[in-house]
């Protein structure tokens, strides 16, 4: 079912923040350590959170005089495939997040756009874009198994790993093979 941001957000699901025991108070804090499944379609083409595994939220929520302040780290595992020799890449993130929800009807809400603060619904915040956000724009867009991934012999395919040091194809060059030619028609 789509989402529009007019819906309403249900505190049963796992990315709805509800602030109820906040104290609307600026600089009252609250933690909150949640584990949650990742949803579908979590990363980009190369890298991505796979579905349904454990994303951990490690929280502080913190009233602010025009919202709640959410700040501290998402974690969890990637699965991906190597931008250089398609080996596949295991490995796992540790990010940063730091938001502000304004509360409706607050002055941040009516002065900012939704696209630079979050807005709350009530005394509940939908976590799930910010977390998105802040994990997904950290992937790279060509991952590699290793930072100095050799790849692939573009002659042959096979993996630079498995190849001795002085693999090669006989008249890659064509400058040589022009050479032999000319050689050969003077026999
Ligand atoms: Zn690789
Ligand atoms: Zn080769």
């Known amino acids: 079912m789509p989402k529009s941001p007019q819906s309403h957000l249900d505190p049963?699901?796992?990315f709805v923040l509800d602030t109820t025991k906040?104290?609307?108070?600026?600089?009252?804090?609250?933690?909150?350590?949640?584990?949650?499944?990742?949803?579908?379609?979590?990363?980009v083409e190369l890298i991505r959170v796979p579905e349904k595994s454990d994303v951990e939220l490690d929280l502080v929520?913190?009233?602010v005089s025009e919202g709640v302040y959410v700040s501290g780290r998402v974690r969890g595992s990637l699965t991906g495939e190597c931008g250089r020799c398609l080996n596949e890449i295991g490995e796992s993130f540790d990010v940063p997040l730091a938001e502000l929800f304004a509360?409706?009807?607050?002055?941040?809400?009516?002065?900012?756009?939704?696209?630079?603060v979050g807005r709350m619904q009530g005394d509940l915040i939908d976590l799930e874009p910010a977390v998105l956000d802040a994990v997904v724009?950290?992937?790279?867009?060509?991952?590699?198994c290793r930072p100095d991934c050799p790849g692939l012999c573009p002659e042959c395919g096979v993996h630079f790993d498995d190849l001795p040091a002085d693999h090669s194809h006989e008249d890659v060059d064509p400058r040589w093979a022009a050479l032999r030619n000319l050689t050969s028609n003077e026999e």
């Open 12 to 14: 049963r699901q796992p």
């Open 22 to 43: 906040l104290p609307r108070q600026p600089g009252a804090t609250r933690a909150l350590k949640r584990v949650i499944a990742a949803p579908p379609d979590f990363g």
């Open 61 to 63: 929520l913190t009233s």
């Open 103 to 116: 509360y409706e009807d607050s002055t941040t809400e009516e002065t900012t756009d939704e696209d630079e």
């Open 137 to 144: 724009l950290t992937l790279p867009t060509n991952p590699l």
